[in-house]
């Protein structure tokens, strides 16, 4: 292949990564919002204009506008430009390690593995924004993985669909499971929090509107979906006085779950919850060691990429994942108790694993077993 083509293949591929981040930023918009993310065109969040095609060029149009809205002048977050130059670069990366500069090229897994970037790009700042990992990244990547395997054995190092298939499955189900059986030890260990307040705090609740009920516990707002990580979990708070309507109770125990409450006894539905209001002075509240999304997510990994990557996977991510919480415990950004959300780790060490981490991983292992 000539200089001109091996430049301009190289180019195209960067630019290419570009355009697909681009379209990945509407998606980490949209996507926790329940919109589409193909109508309405680019606009404002702030003063809904629409976005002209001169304004969406990746990088050219954040820089000239100096990241900010060419109509109203709100501001254009670095999440925009940020993820544009990550995917450009780790798309350059695949294409480069598995495209023409590799000792043995394998060019049908070049856009597989854009695919799965463009997927741990879109759930890393999903999760870092919301807290939460799209099930079309999840549950998408379990389905993509086992048909992907199927019609490229190469992807799972296999010489045929029916035993990449195969491993595919057991990825899967590894992945899925090991996480899975982490996250339910951690909930029979950390499932439970008691929390012993120095003075009473205010506890009500606002009106049902959209389904976006909160709970208001002191100088803390939570949302109603963040409150029950399980539907069997509930709430017990300890009331000097509590009220709902024209009733009142004096040192009682009150169980808040999903459906509604549970006073002394008796039990009240949640439509009731806007007349409710307490003072509290401890309360116990569940909390879950890891999120579900980082479970389906693993599975999606394995899905792809075989069950060796799990454990490369977990063992990095939690390395990464620690340093960092610990860090920002140190610095003071964050207490112990506070959720950190592990996803974005995961997604690292994949593409630490598409990059280079297999080749480190089957080292290590037949330096370990003496095997070749």
Same mark, same amino acid.
């Given at each position: 292949m000539t200089p001109f083509w091996v430049t301009y293949l190289t180019m195209l591929a960067f630019f290419f990564g570009a355009c697909v981040g681009s379209f990945l930023n509407v998606c980490i918009y949209r996507i926790p919002r329940d919109e589409s993310v193909v109508a309405p065109r680019s606009h404002?969040?702030?003063c809904d204009a629409m976005i002209a095609w001169y304004d969406n060029i990746p990088f050219v149009s954040w820089l000239a506008l100096k990241a900010r809205c060419r109509h109203c002048g709100a501001p254009i977050s670095p999440r925009y430009f940020l993820v544009e130059l990550l995917t450009s670069v780790l798309f350059l990366a695949v294409w480069n390690k598995y495209g023409f500069y590799a000792e043995k090229p394998h060019y049908e897994l070049v856009p597989i593995f854009?695919?799965?970037i463009s997927g741990l790009i879109l759930g890393t700042f999903v999760d870092f924004e919301h807290m939460i990992l799209p099930d079309r990244?999840?549950?998408?990547g379990m389905i993509a993985g086992v048909a992907?395997?199927?019609l490229v054995p190469s992807l799972q190092n296999a010489h045929s669909a029916q035993i990449s298939f195969m491993r595919s499955l057991i990825g899967l189900a590894v992945g899925f499971g090991?996480?899975?059986?982490? @996250?339910?030890?951690?909930?029979?260990i950390f499932g439970r929090k008691r929390i012993v307040l120095e003075a009473p705090v205010e506890l009500s609740f606002s009106a049902a509107e959209n389904d976006e009920r909160t709970?208001?516990?002191?100088?803390?707002d939570w949302a109603w979906d963040e409150l029950f990580p399980r539907a069997s979990d509930k709430w017990k708070l300890e009331c000097p006085a509590a009220k709902l309507g024209d009733r009142t109770w004096n040192n009682v125990v009150v169980e808040l779950r999903e459906s509604g409450l549970n006073i002394g006894g008796e039990k009240f539905p949640a439509e009731q919850l806007a007349a409710f209001t307490a003072s509290v002075? @401890?309360?116990?509240?569940?909390?879950e060691a890891m999120g579900f999304g980082d479970v389906k997510l693993m599975g999606a990994i394995g899905a792809f990429f075989g069950w060796p990557a799990i454990f490369f996977t977990v063992l990095l991510s939690s390395i990464l994942g620690s340093m960092v919480g610990i860090y920002l415990i140190v610095a003071k950004k964050y207490e112990w108790q506070s959720r950190i959300p592990y996803g974005p780790y995961i997604a690292l060490a994949c593409v630490v694993w598409i990059l280079g981490g297999r080749?480190?991983?089957l080292d290590y292992w037949f330096w370990l077993t003496g095997a070749r």
């Open positions: 404002c969040p702030k854009w695919l799965v990244v999840t549950i998408g992907l395997s199927l090991s996480l899975f059986a982490v @996250a339910e030890v951690g909930k029979i709970m208001k516990l002191g100088d803390e002075n @401890a309360y116990r509240y569940p909390r080749e480190w991983w």
